[in-house]
């Protein structure tokens, strides 16, 4: 197979190992990386790169940032560069057909679920949230759809009990970034046919919010456990001990659920092995916790210096 000239469209930092596996490959020729615009981040809201835009500059690779991408000046230049397919991972926007149509083999993108299964913003998230046993990545030909396009092909990982979203998405990102190595050069020999999505199994994950961090301690603890892995690193599930002049956040990193029975939201138990919660149904063990403006403890060394008694009670 000759070199392709491929465009790569990434921004997130799940995007920079499927970057990094195309440059280093032989196979391929990356002409250009598209990725977002620099976002102001941090208290100065200093203008900050995208992980794929350090990536790329580091690899002295072309950077193109539009801040829509069917801006026609956008879409003039990657005519100009004729590639023959564009390679998408967490782009973070929706492709014109203007796009879809340009390179000769079309444009594959790299989605962290077994779809149509967790079509959308979060799939990660949600496959931990959901207590699934495992997810895995595809590679999809892409359509004018929200990730509705013919499958290609997909590999599966299990969800282990001690992942978390942070885990997981190293995992699949890696995952990713090898199934699309595999996949390009027999999609553009023709031995690959695609397969459109069944109709049956769509789901949708959306994109997550900082209030669905809030802990709702009425919920069974294997729920709120997965709450926990899921939402890390961001927003982190977080509940409030009662405080003056107002309720002090305390975010959860690493809790267990156990069998254990008391009121919801009631502390049942607090010392050097965990602070126990009571949930509606079982409990939690509250491993790793932070209060609002602290650093990360675990329970032992928060309890030094914020103790926490039996019958208090979370909300």
């Not at 990386?33 to 990536?55: E, F, H, Y």
């Not at 340009?102 to 993108?109: E, H, K, Y």
């Amino acid at each position: 197979m000759n070199s392709l000239r491929i465009i790569f469209m990434g921004t997130a930092e799940l995007s920079c190992d499927s970057l990094r596996a195309l440059i280093e490959s032989p196979d391929c020729q990356v002409v250009a990386v598209v990725t977002q615009p620099d976002r102001p981040k941090g208290r100065a809201l200093k203008l900050q790169p995208s992980p794929v835009k350090t990536l790329a500059v580091q690899a002295k690779l072309p950077v193109l940032q539009p801040e829509r991408a069917r801006d026609e000046a956008f879409l003039g230049t990657l005519g100009d560069l004729q590639p023959d397919l564009i390679a998408v991972a967490a782009y973070g926007q929706i492709l014109p057909q203007s796009i879809l149509d340009l390179p000769r083999f079309g444009c594959l993108n790299v989605h962290t679920s077994l779809l149509p299964k967790y079509r959308g913003a979060a799939p990660i998230q949600w496959a931990i949230l959901n207590g699934d046993p495992e997810t895995g990545v595809t590679i999809m030909k892409m359509d004018a759809g929200l990730d509705t396009g013919a499958i290609l092909s997909q590999a599966k990982t299990p969800i282990h009990p001690e992942d978390n979203a942070e885990t997981l998405h190293d995992r699949l990102a890696r995952l990713g970034a090898e199934l699309l190595l595999k996949t390009i050069p027999e999609y553009v020999a023709g031995r690959i046919p695609s397969q459109a999505q069944p109709a049956e199994g769509v789901s949708y994950a959306s994109k997550i919010k900082k209030q669905d961090g809030h802990i709702d301690w009425t919920q069974p603890a294997r729920i709120i456990w997965n709450r926990v892995r899921g939402l890390v690193p961001w927003p982190g599930a977080f509940s409030y001990l009662p405080g003056q002049p107002h309720p002090h956040l305390l975010k959860i990193w690493q809790a267990e659920a156990i069998e254990r029975s008391g009121s919801a939201g009631e502390i049942l138990q607090a010392d050097k092995t965990g602070i126990v919660v009571g949930c509606g149904c079982e409990a939690l063990r509250i491993l790793t916790l932070q209060r609002e403006g602290g650093r990360r403890l675990s329970a032992q060394e928060f309890l030094a210096g914020h103790p926490l008694m039996p019958g208090q009670k979370l909300g």
